[in-house]
């Protein structure tokens, strides 16, 4: 009898129909993991001989069954009796039926799910190949869908992510990878596709992953075998509170750690079980509240002495304050290869930029006391709306330019360690990529030579309450939705606030020349405040920049509306989650430095060609506005004649 061959598609086309008919009142999560749980058994059933997994009784039986028999509870039961054995005489299956897939099987009519079973009987997986063509492929589309479909799944890392996270190291057979924070194992599954790509014994390697989420980890370790991955050990664990661990020992032994962190994680020391497992003393070197380092420390310290390490971040793991001690060290230390900056909206949940910081404990000697920084934030295309995704030209020339340790004008720079330092060890790769460090030696000024910045009004409850019923001591409250086309607009939605005391007034009343700029959001947003607009004071989340007497605020408004200013502005926000403008950030950012009569010249053909464009527009909009209305009486014309 010849086989029937399917594709991964069949069998995700088919899944995808299954998910569709039998959306109900049933959680979608609950339906998603039933029918995984379902086809796992089949899979496992027909890969038996290969990994040789015990099972009875066979799929093919239960298949029958359900075609000559009515399917009701007790056919549940016993269900439930098979996936519970697999466990017992699989350890490698231990929680993934009894926990996640079959754990709320009874809320689910039985002809649903015989229809499920039977549907998933039409598909044969005995092949050799089955994994590497078939189960590989459609788990990470299910895993996609997943999360899409739920939104407590989101963080599931991109294709083109993985893609460039295994194809920065050259990974060899009988190496040893981790990832500190696997989630579903999307980077460590990728590690075997490119094994399969290359012809490589995937049973060779070690695959070792942690994830703090039981649900989580269960979903990583299917992800793992319908891959085809038999020698691995995923566990459920809490990297921030435990060193790395494999089984009963402590790894340091891994060739290769490749991680997305979790952003945004806050941690406390008192519960870190800190036990000599890090090379640095947490204590005197990281900041309390962000949890980015303490994750890379956890890594580095599982790794080989020659290991090689590549952790997604976000660009405030490597600018921030409150961290240049713990940067300072590992940049003495020499274990800083690389760092690469991606575009933003690469994930569907979060909008902020995303780095990878590459670590080698063993650099070429090329390296030595320098670091590779590339930038490759402009290089993405729009996949959807708000979500941009890398092609394999983006993918090609980043790989390219980091195993070649090559510098290209405006995309990548080698920096030596000292030109680091003179940025306080900030890893931000566009202050030296743009040349940053150069222009102080020219016709450029930092910020708060020629401004004051400060952060706006953030309003009390109290200011709320007085506003309410106060008669006088009116002001316009101008926030970030006020600012539209590089200017600020004052109409009947801008928020109005009232009896403000003097000392809040003096501090946060707008005056005429003044700048404000977005501080919170990846849109760099900024406008200048006329004298002809009513009284104002700006919020919290705006930055005002007010230039001194020696500096034109319009020359200084031009610039930062630049594509270059808005590109350095750009540069300088960070955040975990939230995209943020720091004001003492912002005043290292470099200006142009030239004379104030220069300056001047300048700003009057900035406004007179604003002015000018402005008239041209409205000259248009009645050109166009006369043109539909003698259209519009015509029509009357002929409609009454």
Known sequence: MIKKK??????????????????????????HFLILGIFLLKWINDSKERFGWNISP?????????????????????????????????????????YLCFNNINY??????????????????????????????????????LSSDLSSYSFITPK????????????CENMSIGDIACGTNGILSEI??????????????????????????????????????????????????????????????????????????KWDINDIHYIGDFQYDIRNNISSKNADWLFILRGLSSLKPAGKAAFIVSNGTLVRKSEQKIRERILKDNLVEAV????????????IPIEILIINKHKDKNLNGKVLFIDASNDFYKKERGKNDLEDKHIDKIINAYHEYKEIDGYSKIVDFSDIEKHNFELNGSLYINNLLDLKE?????????????????????????????????????KISDINDDAIEINESTEIVKNLSDNK??????????????????????????????????????????????YNPYFLKFYLSSPKGKEIISSMQGGSTIVALNPNKLKDMLVPNISLESQNELAERIKSNETTYKQRIQQAKNIYDQNLKAIDEEINYYINY
Do not use: W
């Open 505 to 550: 007034i003096q501090s946060y009343e707008l005056r005429p020349g003044d700048i404000i700029l977005s501080a919170r959001g990846s849109l760099v947003k900024l406008a200048i405040y006329e004298e002809s607009m009513s009284p104002s004071v700006f919020s919290s989340n705006l930055l005002l920049i007010r230039a001194k007497p020696d």
């Open 6 to 31: 399917y594709s991964f598609e069949d069998l995700f086309y088919s899944t995808k129909e299954l998910l569709n008919l039998l959306k109900s009142s049933i959680a979608q999560e609950r339906l």
């Open 108 to 145: 689910f009519k039985p002809e649903d799910i015989k229809y499920i079973i039977i549907e998933y009987g039409k598909f044969d997986f005995t092949d050799i190949n089955s994994e590497k063509d078939i189960t590989g492929p459609f788990i990470e589309l299910f895993l996609e869908k």
């Open 442 to 478: 020219s016709n450029m000024t930092l910020l708060s030579n020629v401004a004051d910045i400060k952060r706006g009004l953030q309003l009390s409850k109290t200011d709320i309450d007085n506003s309410k019923n106060a008669k006088n001591n009116s002001y316009c409250y101008i």
């Open 340 to 351: 690469i900056s991606l575009p933003r909206n690469l994930y569907g949940s979060k909008t």
């Open 160 to 171: 083109s992510i993985k893609v460039l996270l295994a194809r920065l190291f050259n990974i």
């Open 58 to 98: 066979d799929y093919e039986s239960i298949v029958i069954n359900c075609k000559q028999n009515n399917f009701d509870v007790k056919a549940i039961f016993e269900l439930q009796s098979m996936a519970k054995n697999i466990e017992i005489e699989n350890s490698i299956f231990k929680d993934i039926f009894t």
């Open 192 to 265: 075997i596709n490119k094994f399969n790509y290359n012809n490589l014994d995937i049973h060779t390697i070690k695959l070792y992953g942690q994830e703090i989420n039981l649900n989580i980890a269960l979903i990583g370790r299917i992800n793992l075998l319908l891959h085809g991955a038999i020698d691995f050990n995923v566990v459920r664990k809490d990297s921030l509170k435990e060193p790395v661990l494999n089984e009963n020992y402590y790894i340091n032994n891994l060739d290769i750690m490749l991680s997305n962190l979790p952003l945004g994680q």
